[in-house]
């Protein structure tokens, strides 16, 4: 890696300032993605903003019916948390698929969402259950914060602090690994709560995870994994590599979805 | 008081001595080792295919901070460097030597692959020598790659080499063309089959990594390397390469996590940082990261075959017609021409009475990483080839698999047999394993679990029954098919005054277990306890010579130096008991440690032999000299032929199309087990890689030579959780020509595996009118067969 410096502030604000007086300078939360980017000398920022010593960033809660989780909740945290386990528990057994143990123990919720890598777990599960991102500056529902393959609505130097999530009525997660990086090649996450029913794709579309309309009105009017299973997706929009075509990532996402279905139950 | 003393010797499942210090963080690989004033090397490699080399300005990266040196590939040719040697040389049909073209060790003029070494940048740092490094400004006229086979054969393909015309580096073959022919007029049915061996990143765990160093009071250069053969690169590098002589040179490779092959090749950068080390009079450390290791460690496999089958009516095999293309890569890695060549065509007759075989090998240079051998080398890709042909021949003459290999093994009482092919096996039992290991997989209770399949799965069976070579040798014989080197052991016996043991091998442990095995070898014949037996390998200065660890022979030909050697010891021993006992030697007996003048109570321990050889104040100095210590060179009299019978259980999802390996049973004939507990260990490991070769690996090269599978997030290793649970047994028959019976047991899982995985996969899969399918089985190409998807189907 290049030459940088590091900054561990202990607050939100601290952060902040420090991002906002120079352009270049990137946050780190678990550091997985930033970390392997930097070694590779892909990435040269003047400085990094370490979060993990900020406590705001950090906890889970439930405030009536929203679990709040924070930025800096790790994926191990998010998979063990007694909160998340009962009131939305296929966001806990998603958890605890990300990656392998070391990555769980260091990657964080809030980083992953600001990342949106499109095979990432989170945007998916954020987008079916009618999620909100709280910045330092603001609240963004996910419809509005995910927009495409690596971007979002973040500002430079906005940073994410928390991520509310509406207690749902049921909700599944199914998903088919990557065979060699183990990201996800098309995982679909199904909800049913106060936002309606809601479908969402990662890994599979060509930009970034998205939501399946067809399958959430068929899904409306007949929870049931047969309601989704003829629905075959437009292979235009997905994407295509040496380890899938676009049409068999298109077919994937049906597989999983009715998956996901039969595991929210 | 009794004391009991758990049995060490041969046969028993000693607790590898190494494993306290691997898996406790203790082990000393070479980028542990730091040396006083060293200094790191960063190398500048090519990021093109295929280019010309205008112009190199090193002008800014050798003023930046901490640069101490920057060279090229016109520094080492102004000093005469020779380019990297090829260590076997094939000819063609025509008798015309394969074309061998230069290997400079800094490229010189033009680049032929992606990673091809430009330049060296040595620092005070690592981030100082990558920071210059990307300052060197190189201009490249890019040239259109060969990337493939097919593209570099094809007509007005890009000329890679100058002295390879037509990208061609041989066109060899093997065997009586006029009796295939005329086998084939006479077939009742030829099935023919083409198919391709899928090219493989080895991916040891412990990347690459050299040290070079020098001391200017002695004019001593030390390399400090991960390789699997410290004798044979001190060989190449000082006599072809660096023209350093021996006692000038120690070459040393510590511990060494893990080599499958791609460790035995001598490779530019030991080179460079020996010699760079010369001239900054500092040690120059460089290790490779898993990127570099991708684009410069020898890939493997890599074939294109089509293979025709010739059956008479009652199913007996009458001939094999073989033709096969073979990458070689951009350059000749050190043994890359004899893996398609005899590793490979020398084995198309299995355990099979094939009465005549004919096969042609192409050998073609492309813009990639020069491929070498990997894990079975050659005879994982021969044994592919004939274990799915078998598949499919039965399945087109209706005949059960089974049945129609048993009707052609080579019967137990027909050893020794000799092939079509130059080889002649020494034993074997191919019905004994067979037999064991349809038993122990359940082979007939298979319709009863497809029929019980998890709901929707798709389960299927597959039987691979293998044969493969190990300890290739004699000298002679390999010398004359074109190798460059002898192919014997070197082990040395030291008994130490009180009796404890010293073994030095020039063999070379990368996780095979040798501490433990060849102490276990010493214990049981000399009767001293595995914990008083030190086993010291890889460090020229220590070992006298040898030449290293591959191809399955430590155990066949280091071990059997160390039993010649442990021999004069006994002999040695015997006539200073003889003295002490005052009896004649021919009169004295020798058993695990002991002593004895026979029909007496006379004995003496090892230990009071040592000592007496050590003190000799009543000694036979007049007829003997003092001290215990033999050393012995084995050059074996063949090869040793291991095989087996594996059998592999999967279970498809049709609807994602993963396979899931569900069950899988090897029985194994590697002759005598000296510790079982460390073939089963060597067993599974090959199988886990035969897996990955199977359902996983690929190194995919895109039409400019790009490797589009050059990382871990997009080449697919195999992990704990793609392998089942792995039965191992073994069925021994003895090698006859080595003094232990042993035949090898590192590569066989390696070997056997891919196609019973492969076979089990069609298996599953034969409602769906399936005849083959290419390695590896990848969700996705499952998938698009199950859904009659559109051109992979058909691959």
Known sequence: MYDFTYHKPSSVADAVKLLA???????????????????????????????????????????????????????????????????????????????????????????????????????????ALGGTIQTDKRKISADDFFQGVFATALEMGELVTAIHIPVPEKAGYAKMRNPASRYSMAGVFVAKGPHGVRVAANGAGANGSFRVKEMEAALAANWSPEAVAGIKLDPFLMNGDIHGSAEYRAHLVTVMAKRAVAEAG | MNVVVPFEGIGASVRRKEDLRFLSGRGQYTDDINRPGQTHAVILRSPHAHAEIKGIDIAAAKAMPGVLAIFTGADMAAENIGGLPCGWQIHSKDGSPMAEPPHPVLAVGKVRHVGDPVAVVIAETKQQARDA?????????????????????????????????????????????????????????????????????????????????????????????????????????????????????????????????????????????????????????????????????????????????????????????????????????????????????????????????????????????????????????????????????????????????????????????????????????????????????????????????????????????????????????????????????????????????????????????????????????????????????????KVPFGMGTYGSRSLAVGGSAMVKAMDKIIAKGKRIAAHLMEASVEDVEFDRGIFRVAGTDKSKTLADISLAAYVPHNYPIEELEPGLEETAFYDPKNFTYPGGCHVAEVEIDPETGKVEVVNFTAVDDVGRVINPMIVEGQVQGGVAQGIGQALLENAIYDQQGQLLSGSLMDYSMPRADDLPPVGVATHTTLCTHNPLGVKGCGEVGAIGSPPAVMNAVVDALRDYGVRHIEMPATPAKIWNIIHGGRRMAAE
Not at chain 2, 307 to 319: H, N, R
Not at chain 2, 362 to 376: C, E, L, M, Q
């Open chain 1, 21 to 127: 007086a120079d352009p270049d300078a990137r946050p780190i939360s678990g550091g997985m993605t930033l970390l392997p980017a930097l070694k590779l000398r892909l990435n040269k920022p003047s400085a990094v903003v370490d979060l993990s010593g900020i406590a705001e960033l950090r906890g889970i809660r439930r405030e009536g019916s929203t679990i709040v989780i924070g930025a800096m909740t790790k994926h191990y945290e998010v998979a063990t948390s007694p909160e998340i386990k009962s009131a939305i528990p296929a966001l806990a057994a998603m958890a605890a698929t990300i990656g392998d143990t070391q990555v769980r123990n260091r990657g964080t919720m809030g980083g992953s969402v600001a990342n949106n890598d499109p095979s990432a777990d989170y945007p998916a599960a954020l987008l």
């Open chain 2, 133 to 541: 490094a990307e300052a060197i400004a190189v201009e490249y006229a890019v040239l259109p790659a060969a990337a493939t086979m097919e593209q570099a054969l094809a007509p007005g393909a890009p000329q890679i080499h100058e002295g390879a015309p037509g990208n061609l580096c041989y066109d060899w073959h093997i065997g009586d063309r006029a009796a295939q022919e005329a086998a084939f007029a006479r077939a009742h049915k030829v099935i023919t089959f083409e198919t391709t061996n899928n090219r493989l990143v080895p991916n040891a765990m412990e990347p690459r990594s050299a040290i070079g160093e020098y001391d200017s009071t002695s004019g001593d250069y030390t390399l400090f390397t991960t390789s699997q053969n410290p004798h044979v690169i001190r060989l190449l590098m000082g006599a072809f390469v660096l023209h350093i002589p021996e006692a000038r040179l120690r070459v040393v490779a510590p511990d060494v996590g893990g080599g499958f092959g791609s460790k035995i090749y001598h490779y530019a950068e030991e080179a460079i940082v020996t010699w760079a080390a010369g001239k900054v009079k500092r040690p120059i450390k460089w290790t490779a990261d898993r990127t570099e290791s991708f684009m410069s460690d020898a890939h493997g496999r890599d074939h294109i075959t089509k293979a025709e089958l010739a059956v008479d009516a009652q199913g007996k095999i009458l001939g094999l017609k073989v033709h096969t293309h073979a990458n070689m890569g951009a350059y000749l890695s050190t043994f890359a021409p004899c893996v398609p060549t005899y590793l490979y065509a020398t084995l198309l007759a299995g355990v099979y009475t094939t009465p005549v075989i004919y096969a042609e090998v192409k050998a073609v240079f492309t813009n990639t990483v020069p491929v070498d051998a990997y894990r079975g080398a050659g005879r994982p890709e021969a044994t592919y080839l004939l274990e799915r042909l078998m598949d499919v021949a039965a399945k087109e003459l209706g005949l059960d698999r089974v049945e129609f290999r048993r009707k052609n093994f080579i019967p137990p009482d027909a050893f020794p047999y000799q092939t079509p092919v130059a080889l002649q096996y020494d034993s074997g039992n191919y019905h004994a394993t067979l037999d064991a290991c349809l038993e122990a997989a359940d082979w007939k209770g298979f319709e009863a679990r497809r029929a019980a399949a998890a709901k929707g799965k798709l389960r299927g069976i597959g039987i691979s029954t293998y044969l493969e070579a190990c300890g290739i040798a004699p000298s002679a014989v390999v010398g004359s098919l074109g190798a460059r080197a002898g192919l014997y052991e070197v082990g040395t016996i030291r008994v130490h005054p009180t009796g404890s043991v010293t073994v030095l091998t020039g063999a070379h442990s990368h996780g095979q277990g040798h501490e433990t095995t060849f102490a276990q070898l010493v214990a049981d014949r000399l009767g001293v306890p595995v914990a008083q037996v030190d086993v010291v390998h890889g460090d020229t200065a």
